[in-house]
């Protein structure tokens, strides 16, 4: 490879921009491999499963406010909401609800969200443009292979220099969507290579918040997605970026990264799909404490753990997580989704009542932290780098070693390989589905859930995607008597 040694830059291929530009106007539904067009309707599914729990928290209502305070009249869909907007703040609005939970899908190695930003970039889009199925899903792939590939060319300098790729790297996925949609003929590689040139400069999104809390991370993946879109149409409307955005000398990747393989970028392009490694989560924490949150409540359930019957718990972890994942006694909720000792206490606590389709929420979050008894636990959980998991870690799952030590010294461990979801041991159609209903039937009658269950069968065969608008466009959850 040739690079810069100074930066670790590394580009031994063609100029991956444009080669990224060029896949995304060049790829059709139609050529979409089978199975990655169900694997869409899966994740499209899941979207608006999260989405619809993520819109009633509290910051979606001060993303709603936000959004009012702006003014402004569009034809693109707000996700159960009567009115419309324009593409910029519905894409906004919707990747808050989709985004603001940490129950979205992942991908781990490239360690960002991609569903909530490539979707709701795209929904909005489509609504202006009359979209069809075909295009829509061409959009969406391409959207989540930019993201992910730029993500995963810059980790995990990017990561550890303090920038959570979500909000960095989510603007060129919703970039390449939007702009999939509005630009066609031969015009159209140069165009998107713009967008991907303009939304570069839009890029932000710090992890601070790991450490001293707040609220900001409940917006990235919206800021993102709005980045995207506005990239998309002011290139529609004249602007440009570099071409060269990506490997230039003054780019994106030597810019945020200390090291970078820009070629992860450009291999296999348009013949291996890297959204097959996305990571359905279970629970809304971390994807990579997802395994460890798992093995404890399986190992507590399975032995009937009394919790006060506990004296150590360790966890074995990859060294990737050490020192962002593992900070102990969160100040707030996001904090606490994020931290792997508070994450291990409290499925502990909760492992006796849980059920096969349990799931921590935010609500079980907010609940514990200021409950003692999570406290308690969570005094005795240790986490240190264990090297058969450092091992086991790869850019779809991170592992997890459990060991639960006893009072009356008896001890019980697992080792998880990976968390259901991921994609070596993921979610049926069925559980998909189930997950689906479970949710939308608060805000939908089960003749809406039905078709767009449908409708996620084969996306491609939607002849309009605003059939998709129109049907979650103002569905609320029924008021609880009383």
């Known amino acids: 490879?040739?690079?810069?040694?100074?930066?670790?830059?590394?580009?031994?291929?063609?100029?991956?921009?444009?080669?990224?530009?060029?896949?995304?106007?060049?790829?059709?539904?139609?050529?979409?491999?089978?199975?990655?067009?169900?694997?869409?309707?899966?994740?499209?599914?899941?979207?608006?499963?999260?989405?619809?729990?993520?819109?009633?928290?509290?910051?979606?209502?001060?993303?709603?406010?936000?959004?009012?305070?702006?003014?402004?009249?569009?034809?693109?869909?707000?996700?159960?909401?009567?009115?419309?907007?324009?593409?910029?703040?519905?894409?906004?609005?919707?990747?808050?609800?989709?985004?603001?939970?940490?129950?979205?899908?992942?991908?781990?190695?490239?360690?960002?969200?991609?569903?909530?930003?490539?979707?709701?970039?795209?929904?909005?889009?489509?609504?202006?443009?009359?979209?069809?199925?075909?295009?829509?899903?061409?959009?969406?792939?391409?959207?989540?292979?930019?993201?992910?590939?730029?993500?995963?060319?810059l980790q995990p300098t990017h990561f550890q220099r303090g920038f959570q790729s979500t909000a960095t790297c989510g603007?060129?996925?919703?970039?390449?969507?939007?702009?999939?949609?509005?630009?066609?003929?031969?015009?159209?590689?140069?165009?998107?290579?713009?967008?991907?040139?303009?939304?570069?400069?839009?890029?932000?999104?710090?992890?601070?918040?790991?450490?001293?809390?707040?609220?900001?991370?409940?917006?990235?993946?919206?800021?993102?997605?709005?980045?995207?879109?506005?990239?998309a149409l002011l290139a529609r409307h004249g602007f440009t970026g570099p071409q060269d955005i990506l490997e230039g000398a003054n780019g994106f990747a030597r810019a945020y990264a200390d090291a970078a393989d820009l070629d992860i970028i450009t291999h296999g392009l348009g013949r291996e799909f890297l959204l097959r490694e996305v990571t359905v989560k279970g629970h809304a924490c971390s994807a990579r404490v997802q395994a460890a949150v798992e093995g404890l409540i399986d190992l507590c359930r399975q032995y009937r753990i009394d919790p006060d019957a506990i004296t150590d718990i360790f966890i074995g972890i990859p060294a990737v997580i050490l020192g962002r994942l593992t900070i102990p006694r969160p100040i707030d909720v996001q904090a606490a989704q994020m931290s792997l000792p508070h994450s291990a206490a409290l499925a502990v606590a909760l492992a006796a009542k849980a059920d096969d389709g349990f799931a921590l929420s935010v609500a079980d979050y907010a609940a514990s932290l200021a409950d003692p008894r999570v406290k308690k636990i969570e005094a005795r959980v240790r986490c240190a780098v264990d090297p058969q998991v450092e091992a086991a870690t790869t850019a779809e799952s991170v592992p997890a070693r459990i060991v639960i030590k006893l009072r009356n010294g008896v001890v019980h461990d697992a080792f998880v390989p990976a968390p259901r979801g991921s994609p070596s041991r993921p979610f049926t159609r069925a559980d998909h589905v189930a997950r689906f209903r479970r949710e939308l039937g608060k805000r939908l009658d089960h003749k809406a859930c039905d078709e767009l269950v449908a409708i996620a069968e084969n996306l491609a065969d939607l002849d309009q995607v605003a059939r998709i608008s129109d049907i979650v466009g103002g569905a609320a959850r029924p008021k609880l008597p009383g």
């Open 171 to 231: 603007g060129f996925g919703a970039a390449v969507a939007a702009a999939r949609l509005q630009f066609a003929g031969e015009e159209a590689a140069h165009r998107i290579a713009a967008s991907i040139g303009l939304v570069a400069s839009f890029a932000g999104g710090l992890t601070q918040f790991y450490r001293s809390g707040s609220t900001v991370k409940r917006i990235h993946a919206a800021r993102a997605a709005e980045n995207g879109v506005a990239a």
């Open 1 to 153: 490879m040739s690079g810069s040694s100074a930066t670790g830059l590394a580009c031994a291929g063609a100029a991956p921009t444009l080669r990224l530009a060029e896949f995304a106007a060049g790829l059709t539904g139609a050529a979409l491999p089978n199975d990655i067009k169900q694997r869409l309707g899966e994740l499209f599914l899941d979207y608006l499963r999260v989405a619809s729990i993520g819109a009633e928290m509290p910051w979606s209502e001060w993303a709603r406010a936000y959004v009012e305070h702006l003014g402004g009249q569009g034809r693109s869909v707000v996700l159960f909401r009567p009115e419309r907007c324009d593409a910029v703040r519905a894409a906004f609005l919707n990747a808050t609800y989709a985004g603001s939970i940490d129950a979205d899908d992942t991908h781990v190695g490239s360690m960002l969200h991609p569903g909530a930003i490539v979707f709701s970039a795209a929904l909005a889009i489509a609504d202006e443009t009359g979209a069809s199925g075909k295009d829509f899903v061409a959009a969406v792939a391409a959207g989540y292979e930019a993201m992910i590939r730029i993500g995963l060319s």
